[in-house]
């Protein structure tokens, strides 16, 4: 059985929902978003992650017509949308203060812009109990906003924005006010009511892990511009600069001059007086170029003896042991004073107890576990 | 029994100040004019016994006979229930705009809406004389911009007594509506135009609903005194301008007719117990939804 991996933006024949072409936005001297070029697929889940300020959120009011581009193009299947106003894109949005109408219930609230469609009566109340029922809300219809709880409101604000059926749907933190346990389950909610209506999401967080959870690409953002768009997994262990490996999860950054060794292969000369660190990579690098291994913590395996298949071993001391029930973050001290994270999980009932404070300890990797980046 | 004395603090207020005098003038109104000083009868001098027995409610069926009363409460209704609605009109979107200015500007509309109270409600009346009559601002402008030939009568007309009406109470409209649209948040209006409602559609759907409460209040602000108004149509009004409040000043001071007057005056407010009652159920149900 062979199955299709959904990757429209890995075939060159697929035509974009959406196209970014150099688009600029300027709010007077302030430039939100700097000469973005970017495609969104049909069907995708794509996430938008930044840290606040970085035009996320100037993006999706862009497409949802809110706000105007200064230069460039957004298409829409094809057409220029530059020009047209919200209320006349088949987009739609779930606003992360979920905006429902406090003076109409439930069922109003998500009866509202298929009533402005002057849909028939009965075309209506079929489509909201669809609504409600894929949103599992049947119960609630006749309540006013403020009687049901926040994740009712949220699945409200969803079933509203799905309610006509758009193209493209837009999330803006959709689950930003939720609790941690709440928005972990709403999450998967989110991932299946987007596969089944196969609707394209595009949702803007500031949440690293949920856009991993949620999202088919991430793309993400700082100062207004794309520093990289790719699935959750390649931008996780491909990070295409230390600013994305250090925006998603937890990363080691080494700063050393590189001297090339071998085909692929270099020496990193990060401190003097400790062997160079060996590490593979296909970018090249000339000799004595700056570069920066990125290595994430849980690729980092820690000893109290020094491992003898290791490529890469370096002595240091236990600084710091956070316990975090699952897995175990050791910070390691090296000789040069810079700390080093390394994770282990905690398969074992009993926490590994032969490695505590203060205790001298072996850290090692492979030379394929981190990445080489030039910045 | 602390409790007991913060209760009775608002009770003891509303007795001295509203129940104790509206006793004394629905005592007089069952009384009969006479020449004495107070000008009319029975009196306590005459003893409980005999006063309660002299009471009578001839002024009340007085009030019946004679069809200026009601022609003047009609009137007074007329006029107060039209000039609210035109006051409603001028100070919504005053109120919107003030809703909608930049931050910094706000604070400055604001004042701007509050400071003709700092000037006696009585010269603005007089100012507006000053600007209606045939030769006042108005009519001189008019005429030296060549679009009337000859002055407008505006003063002493129903006209100057709406115009002062709008003008005296549209910060009582504003303040309210303002205060409800304020709240507003903006992603509700962007919410319906997402969901495909022109912005014209968005404010009929969205923004007046949810600043009803605003209206209502606003309009209950405005209506309750304009009712009652007696300077705005005794000044700006002409002979053909009935109001009550007017009618109950000649009573009173014209023909020293205490008991009619008195009588008068307690219609009148049974009158205004009407819109008082849905305006304070209409503030409990907003303070109910807020919860």
């Given at each position: 059985?062979?199955?299709?991996?959904?990757?429209?933006?890995?075939?060159?024949?697929?035509?974009?929902?959406?196209?970014?072409?150099?688009?600029?936005?300027?709010?007077?001297?302030?430039?939100?978003?700097?000469?973005?070029t970017l495609d969104i697929f049909e069907k995708e889940f794509f996430a938008l992650l930044g840290p606040s300020g970085c035009g996320k959120t100037t993006m999706m009011r862009m497409l949802a017509g809110f706000e105007t581009v200064s230069e460039g193009r957004i298409e829409l299947s094809g057409k220029d949308i530059g020009h047209v106003p919200p209320n006349k894109r088949a987009v739609n949005m779930m606003f992360q203060s979920y905006a429902l109408f406090p003076h109409l219930s439930v069922w109003d609230n998500i009866a509202f812009g298929l009533r402005r469609d002057r849909k028939s009566k009965s075309e209506i109340d079929a489509r909201v109990d669809e609504m409600l029922k894929l949103t599992r809300l049947e119960k609630f219809g006749r309540r006013k906003p403020h009687q049901i709880s926040g994740g009712q409101r949220q699945r409200v604000a969803l079933a509203r924005s799905l309610a006509k059926a758009p193209k493209l749907l837009l999330l803006d933190e959709p689950l930003g006010a939720l609790d941690k346990k709440l928005r972990q389950d709403t999450q998967f909610e989110l991932m299946d009511i987007q596969e089944s209506t196969g609707t394209t999401f595009v949702i803007v967080t500031h949440d690293q892990e949920e856009a991993m959870t949620v999202a088919s690409r991430v793309a993400v953002m700082d100062e207004g511009r794309i520093i990289q768009v790719a699935t959750p997994a390649n931008i996780y262990e491909y990070p295409n600069s230390v600013y994305v490996a250090d925006f998603i999860g937890d990363?080691?950054?080494?700063?050393?001059?590189?001297?090339?060794?071998?085909?692929?292969?270099?020496?990193?000369?990060?401190?003097?007086?400790?062997?160079?660190?060996?590490a593979e990579t296909k970018t090249t690098f000339?000799?004595?170029?700056?570069?920066?291994?990125?290595?994430?913590?849980?690729?980092?395996?820690?000893?109290?003896?020094?491992?003898?298949?290791?490529?890469?071993?370096?002595?240091?001391?236990?600084?710091?042991?956070?316990?975090?029930?699952?897995?175990?973050?050791?910070?390691?001290?090296?000789?040069?004073?810079?700390?080093?994270?390394?994770?282990?999980?905690?398969?074992?009932?009993?926490?590994?107890?032969?490695?505590?404070?203060?205790?001298?300890?072996?850290?090692?990797?492979?030379?394929?576990?981190?990445?080489?980046?030039?910045? | 029994m602390r409790?007991?004395?913060?209760?009775?603090?608002?009770?003891?207020?509303?007795?001295?100040?509203?129940?104790?005098?509206?006793?004394?003038?629905?005592?007089?109104?069952?009384?009969?004019?006479?020449?004495?000083?107070?000008?009319?009868?029975?009196?306590?001098?005459?003893?409980?016994?005999?006063?309660?027995a002299a009471f009578d409610f001839e002024n009340f069926v007085f009030l019946t006979e004679d069809d200026l009363y009601w022609k003047a409460y009609l009137s007074?209704?007329?006029?107060?229930?039209?000039?609210?609605?035109?006051?409603?009109?001028?100070?919504?979107?005053?109120?919107?705009?003030?809703?909608?200015?930049?931050?910094?500007?706000?604070?400055?509309?604001?004042?701007?809406?509050?400071?003709?109270?700092?000037?006696?409600?009585?010269?603005?009346?007089?100012?507006?004389?000053?600007?209606?009559?045939?030769?006042?601002?108005?009519?001189?402008?008019?005429?030296?911009?060549?679009?009337?030939?000859?002055?407008?009568?505006?003063?002493?007309?129903?006209?100057?007594?709406?115009?002062?009406?709008?003008?005296?109470?549209?910060?009582?409209?504003?303040?309210?509506?303002?205060?409800?649209?304020?709240?507003?948040?903006?992603?509700?209006?962007?919410?319906?135009?997402?969901?495909?409602?022109?912005?014209?559609?968005?404010?009929?759907?969205?923004?007046?609903?949810?600043?009803?409460?605003?209206i209502i209040a606003g309009s209950f602000l405005v209506f309750i005194p304009a009712l009652g108004e007696f300077v705005i149509p005794s000044l700006l009004g002409g002979s053909g301008t009935l109001m009550i409040g007017k009618i109950l000043w000649e009573e009173f001071f014209n023909n020293r007719d205490w008991p009619v007057a008195s009588a008068v005056a307690v219609v009148l407010l049974l009158i205004l117990v009407i819109p008082i009652v849905l305006f304070q159920r209409n503030q409990q149900k907003q303070a109910e939804a807020e919860q």
């Open positions: 059985m062979t199955q299709t991996v959904f990757a429209p933006w890995d075939d060159p024949n697929q035509k974009p929902l959406i196209r970014f072409q150099n688009v600029t936005k300027r709010f007077g001297e302030f430039v939100a978003i700097d000469d973005l990363v080691n950054i080494i700063d050393a001059t590189a001297t090339p060794t071998g085909e692929n292969t270099y020496a990193l000369n990060w401190i003097d007086g400790q062997p160079p660190i060996t000339s000799a004595g170029q700056q570069a920066h291994l990125a290595i994430r913590p849980e690729k980092i395996r820690i000893s109290t003896e020094r491992p003898d298949d290791a490529a890469n071993a370096l002595q240091g001391k236990v600084l710091d042991i956070a316990y975090l029930g699952n897995l175990s973050t050791y910070h390691v001290q090296l000789p040069g004073g810079q700390v080093i994270k390394a994770q282990t999980a905690n398969t074992r009932r009993i926490a590994r107890r032969d490695i505590t404070w203060e205790d001298p300890v072996w850290i090692s990797w492979s030379a394929t576990a981190g990445v080489l980046l030039e910045h | 409790r007991f004395a913060l209760i009775a603090v608002p009770y003891v207020w509303l007795l001295a100040l509203f129940l104790v005098p509206f006793i004394i003038v629905f005592k007089i109104s069952l009384s009969d004019l006479a020449l004495s000083i107070p000008p009319y009868t029975p009196t306590m001098r005459d003893g409980i016994g005999d006063m309660f007074s209704l007329r006029i107060a229930l039209i000039s609210t609605f035109m006051t409603l009109l001028v100070g919504y979107p005053i109120a919107y705009g003030m809703a909608k200015a930049p931050d910094e500007w706000r604070a400055t509309l604001m004042m701007l809406v509050i400071l003709p109270f700092w000037t006696s409600f009585l010269i603005r009346v007089y100012a507006w004389m000053g600007i209606l009559s045939n030769e006042g601002l108005l009519n001189q402008f008019l005429l030296w911009l060549g679009l009337i030939n000859e002055p407008l009568v505006i003063l002493n007309t129903n006209l100057a007594v709406y115009i002062g009406i709008i003008y005296t109470y549209l910060p009582f409209m504003i303040l309210p509506i303002y205060a409800a649209l304020d709240r507003l948040d903006e992603s509700l209006n962007e919410a319906a135009e997402d969901l495909g409602c022109s912005r014209m559609q968005a404010f009929w759907l969205v923004t007046i609903p949810l600043s009803k409460n605003g």
